[in-house]
């Protein structure tokens, strides 16, 4: 499994005890959860607060955190992916209502955090979406602004800033505009894990770490150390879920990679800005994302890649080259971090539905569920997933459980399955070589007749993607 430094520096600093113990026998509860991450974290947690009563276990391969959850940027959003194409095509109340509930997830995190003393360096400083390095990032950015206001968003929810506003938050390379949202937290994701498995085990929730499930069975989960009888088998495995039949091909496993420097003092952060450590990306076709860490690092990402036959990913050796690559990104964003460190190098791997959309599913006949399908935005999302999944569960008429993303029917029904292979990696692959030959041309500043044809490529790619 290897050591919590070569999981994430997340991992790394939250570094703990094993939270629970392997399985060692035949065991019978209400509510068996496949998977320690968010999901079916915040799964046992709404269940077991909704009905106290409910024995519930959590059954974990390698130890909780060990997947995106304990990996991933630290973008808590009150957002899903996708909501603008969601609530676009909702009319009247039932828009309001699904993009209250999008709205919900941070305040209901911070009521759970502020309950339990969980620490997990959780500010509520907004997200800079920045228009910078090329022209073309604004036009990038003005229409997803009007793709949030035809979805209903207002002022409030997504503002823009001219060049000079944006520059006052952060000195990013040729600043050209943003949007800011006030949605958005940063946090360190492995803490937050750990504080909510350490939660749930007060609650009484059992966790068994090391215990991967091998297949659903009626009435058990399986699992490579002994059978789990329950009425209620949920799988939150998300781009782990290829080896479990009942969500095979299902979701996506794609990759995604991180670099941190090393603390930087607060004279270099002057020349950065994030002084309220707001988290950011630029809007390049290579997806970044960033954040200034707690502990003063800058803490950079980008678009990964996808292993033929979605198989996930867990180790990713820091000599890889595409790590080059995003630190050559993070330079020509910010080129005064010329002199930092690079001091972790780390991946994870995350899950893609074939529409594109967050869900959670239930069948009542059966007792099985499932929850997920994040793509890269499963930080806040996951919370908002699993009180759904719970409401469905518990058979609770709620606006959640009416929500476009509940849905009553078997996974394999509900899901729409991923073309086989070599058609998933031939359209991964082709994405990829689009979106790099995209940022060439862009920082090149090609003529209008060599950006068209491939802006077209991208658009319909990406149509064909999701
Ligand atoms: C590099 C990276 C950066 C990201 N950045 C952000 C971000 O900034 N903001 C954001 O919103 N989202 C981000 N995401 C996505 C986000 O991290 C995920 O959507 C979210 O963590 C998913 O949580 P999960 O619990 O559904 O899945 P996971 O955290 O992947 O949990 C699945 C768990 O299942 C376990 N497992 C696997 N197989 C089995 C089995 N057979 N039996 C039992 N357990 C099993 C795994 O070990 C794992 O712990 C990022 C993802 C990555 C990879």
Same mark, same amino acid.
């Given at each position: 499994m290897g050591s919590a430094a070569d999981i994430s520096l997340w991992m790394d600093q939250a570094a703990h005890e094993p939270i629970g113990q392997a399985l060692d026998m035949d065991i019978k509860v209400d509510v068996a959860i496949a998977g320690g991450g968010f999901s079916g974290l915040w799964a046992a947690y709404y269940l077991k607060t909704l009905a106290p009563d409910l024995q519930i276990c959590v059954l974990e391969a390698q130890r909780c955190g060990f997947g995106a959850s304990g990996r991933n940027g630290g973008w808590m959003m009150s957002a899903i992916e996708g909501e603008t194409r969601l609530l676009s095509v909702l009319d009247g109340d039932r828009r309001e209502s699904a993009r209250a509930q999008i709205h919900s997830i941070l305040p209901e995190v911070e009521g759970v955090l502020e309950r339990h003393g969980i620490d997990c360096n959780y500010q509520r400083g907004g997200g800079i979406f920045a228009a910078a390095r090329y022209p073309e990032q604004a036009r990038i950015l003005r229409d997803s602004l009007a793709d949030y206001r035809a979805a209903g968003f207002g002022e409030q929810d997504y503002q823009w800033l001219e060049a000079h506003e944006l520059e006052s938050r952060l000195r990013i390379h040729q600043p050209a505009g943003a949007i800011y949202t006030p949605h958005i937290a940063r946090i360190q994701p492995a803490r937050l894990v750990v504080g909510l498995a350490q939660t749930l085990r007060d609650m009484g929730v059992r966790i068994y770490e090391q215990t991967p499930v091998t297949a659903l069975t009626p009435g058990a989960m399986m699992t490579s150390c002994g059978r789990v009888h329950a009425t209620h088998r949920l799988l939150a495995l998300e781009g782990y879920g290829a080896g479990v039949a009942n969500t095979e091909r299902r979701v996506l496993a794609l990759q995604s990679r991180i670099i941190a420097t090393e603390p930087l003092d607060e004279q270099t952060w002057q020349t950065l800005g994030l002084a309220d450590s707001e988290v950011f990306c630029d809007v390049s076709p290579l997806t970044t994302y960033g954040q200034r860490s707690a502990d003063n690092r800058m803490v950079f990402g980008a678009r990964g890649s996808y292993c033929f036959g979605g198989k996930p990913r867990s180790q990713f050796s820091p000599a890889d080259p595409s790590f080059e690559a995003i630190h050559r990104l993070l330079l020509a964003c910010f080129p005064q971090l010329r002199k930092a460190a690079i001091t972790h190098r780390w991946g994870g791997t995350l899950g893609a539905p074939r529409n594109g959309l967050p869900h959670a599913v239930y069948d009542r006949a059966t007792g099985i569920g499932t929850v997920g399908g994040y793509v890269g935005e499963g930080v806040g999302a996951s919370n908002l997933m699993a009180r759904t999944l719970a409401d469905l569960v518990l058979s609770r008429e709620t606006e959640l459980s009416s929500a476009p993303w509940a849905h009553n029917g078997s996974p394999?029904?509900? /899901?729409?399955?991923?073309?086989?292979?070599? /058609?998933? !990696? /031939?359209?991964?692959?082709?994405? +990829? *070589? &689009?979106?790099?030959?995209?940022?060439? %041309?862009?920082?090149?500043?090609? &003529?209008? !007749?060599?950006?068209?044809?491939?802006? @077209? %490529?991208?658009? !319909? /790619? +990406?149509? *064909?993607? @999701?």
């Open positions: 394999e029904s509900v /899901l729409r399955r991923w073309e086989p292979e070599p /058609l998933r !990696w /031939l359209g991964y692959k082709a994405t +990829d *070589l &689009a979106r790099t030959w995209e940022e060439g %041309v862009y920082c090149r500043r090609g &003529a209008a !007749w060599q950006r068209r044809p491939i802006q @077209t %490529v991208s658009h !319909w /790619l +990406d149509k *064909l993607m @999701t």
